[in-house]
């Protein structure tokens, strides 16, 4: 199997902007395509001509500015049934778009011809016959999505394979086999598969075997990987596995898979190694957290917590890892919590170009002082920019930049609307500065009144900004005297950075995380 090449088909921009709270912008589309265009994807599907003006807009775009590498796909279902490829709208808004490939979608489940497209089964082979001829007609490669094949497959296996086989004798490149309902087992792939593959080759077709998945099962991957090894090559699939439902098989496991595990030619190596970099870049825009654990390209995918795992991990990167994290472009972390030993910090305080004594009595002391702070509430697995402030401020000869020496916040409400201001006390330097802002809530006041403060000082907290703010309560009985814990991330540019304050006060919780994420802004600017 070695050495043999996978097309990779992506999606992500019409199936993954099926999924829930996922909105791309006609421009964020163009932004994806050109990324994928840039690292080597076969195909790029961009959307469903004629079903919205975003759509429209981006094949547009697409006409006047084409893609360097990928072949730009546009998607689209067959004829409606009794009706004429020349009249149907659909076909027609296909041909519009200038894409050079039409994906077509068409049933290939008895059951789902008769109950949801109400017609004959004969008619659907026509639909789909005639639908793939007419774009092969006017120049077009059309790639056939065989809609619920395994589920149509274990209903009706003949007349599954004879809907792709029609689509094959009319021009198809590709027939794409499809678990729609994403319900399939690895098995019910292997067994489809291979008998579309030899279907095909009894008839003498040259058109190739895709897989297209679902996860609502959570073997999207999985169903994606059996579907190649039993003989697919193409895969189709989303950046993170966005799409309806539970999503689409996630592309970025698919291709490291594919590539790294089973030594197949998929992507340029140096493509795979922006995989974390392309994963991360198409959460930003679509306005989604990656979750940490997101196999090979989350923050937590190559963490370690345990000071077991820690200490091995210290002496053999290899102790606790699949891959090198640099195959993908991620980087492995040390956490830092109340499980931590001396090795944990250790390797932390590495991470930050720090080195520390192991036997040094001070680093005995820090370990217990985090144990202390996270028995407080403090968390610092997801605020390294704060751990790292820990120990800086405990180097010698680390002074802080400034130091907030009093703060006030008051919100009140005037008719229908509600103010909040803040004033803050900053010394710099020997001098004490007074500010005060207005915001539209108190830790906006307090974040507004701290920059007036600091920026005319420190002009590298200009391009900083605030990305996220989360709040938790660490102990509900408590009710309102609950102690709080606030996470905020900041940026400036492509960098972010993750603060945590804790406190009986959420506006001094906030002020401690806000303190830490403008501190760690100072601390890494260059000279």
């Known amino acids: 199997?070695?050495?043999?090449?996978?097309?990779?088909?992506?999606?992500?921009?019409r199936d993954g902007a099926q999924g829930p709270a996922v909105?791309?912008?006609?421009?964020?589309?163009?932004?994806?395509a050109r990324a994928l265009d840039g690292l080597g994807f076969d195909y790029v599907e961009g959307g469903f001509p004629g079903s919205n003006p975003k759509d429209e807009e981006f094949f547009a775009h697409m006409q006047a500015e084409p893609l360097k590498q990928s072949r730009l796909a546009a998607f689209g279902a067959t004829r409606r049934a009794g009706g004429r490829c020349e009249d149907d709208a659909n076909l027609v808004a296909l041909a519009h778009s200038g894409a050079p490939v039409w994906t077509l979608v068409g049933k290939s489940d008895t059951w789902q011809v008769t109950n949801v497209l109400q017609t004959t089964t004969n008619e659907n082979l026509a639909m789909v016959e005639e639908s793939v001829a007419f774009g092969v007609g006017l120049g077009r490669e059309v790639i056939f999505d065989a809609e619920h094949f395994?589920?149509?497959?274990?209903?009706?296996?003949?007349?599954?394979?004879?809907?792709?086989?029609?689509?094959?004798?009319?021009?198809?490149?590709?027939?794409?086999?499809?678990?729609?309902?994403?319900?399939?087992?690895?098995?019910?792939?292997?067994?489809?598969?291979?008998?579309?593959?030899?279907?095909?080759?009894?008839?003498?077709?040259?058109?190739?075997?895709?897989?297209?998945?679902?996860n609502d099962g959570e073997l999207a991957v999985a169903n994606t990987l059996e579907g190649v090894m039993a003989g697919a090559d193409m895969v189709q699939g989303t950046i993170n596995g966005y799409g309806e439902r539970c999503g689409n098989a996630n592309l970025v496991s698919v291709v490291a898979n594919l590539v790294l595990k089973l030594g197949l030619e998929a992507l340029p190596p140096k493509s795979v190694e922006r995989l974390t970099e392309l994963s991360r870049m198409v959460a930003e825009l679509a306005n989604l957290a990656l979750p940490l654990q997101q196999p090979f390209v989350g923050q937590g995918a190559f963490a370690h917590k345990g000071g077991q795992h820690v200490a091995a991990v210290l002496r053999n990167k290899d102790a606790y890892q699949h891959i090198d994290p640099a195959l993908v472009g991620n980087e492995p972390h040390v956490l830092v919590s109340e499980l931590s030993g001396r090795g944990n910090v250790l390797a932390k305080a590495r991470e930050f170009g720090i080195e520390l004594d192991r036997?040094?009595?001070?680093?005995?002391?820090?370990?217990q002082h985090l144990k202390e702070l996270e028995h407080r509430g403090y968390s610092y697995e997801?605020?390294?920019?704060?751990?790292?402030?820990?120990?800086?401020?405990?180097?010698?000869?680390?002074?802080?930049p400034w130091t907030v020496a009093d703060f006030t916040t008051q919100v009140r409400q005037n008719g229908g609307s509600?103010?909040?201001?803040?004033?803050v006390k900053v010394e710099v330097g020997g001098a004490?500065?007074?500010?005060a802002a207005s915001g539209n809530g108190p830790v906006n006041a307090l974040d507004a009144a701290l920059r007036k403060a600091l920026s005319p000082r420190f002009p590298e907290l200009d391009g900083v900004s605030l990305h996220d703010y989360k709040v938790r309560i660490l102990d509900g009985d408590a009710g309102t005297a609950a102690t709080t814990r606030v996470l905020i991330e900041s940026g400036r540019d492509l960098k972010r950075w993750t603060t945590v304050g804790c406190s009986s006060n959420i506006i001094e919780a906030s002020l401690l995380a806000l303190v830490d994420s403008l501190e760690y802004a100072v601390s890494m600017s260059p000279d």
């Open 1 to 13: 199997m070695s050495g043999r090449r996978i097309v990779v088909y992506d999606t992500t921009l």
């Open 23 to 32: 909105s791309f912008s006609s421009s964020d589309k163009a932004r994806i």
């Open 150 to 214: 395994f589920d149509g497959y274990a209903r009706d296996a003949e007349y599954a394979l004879e809907v792709c086989l029609g689509a094959a004798r009319a021009g198809s490149s590709w027939v794409v086999l499809c678990d729609t309902n994403g319900g399939s087992l690895p098995e019910s792939i292997r067994l489809g598969v291979e008998a579309m593959r030899h279907a095909l080759e009894q008839a003498g077709s040259s058109a190739r075997v895709g897989i297209h998945t679902h």
């Open 359 to 367: 036997d040094d009595p001070q680093t005995r002391w820090l370990v």
């Open 382 to 400: 997801a605020a390294d920019a704060s751990f790292e402030m820990l120990l800086r401020r405990l180097q010698p000869g680390y002074a802080a």
């Open 418 to 423: 509600v103010n909040a201001e803040a004033t």
């Open 432 to 435: 004490l500065y007074h500010t």
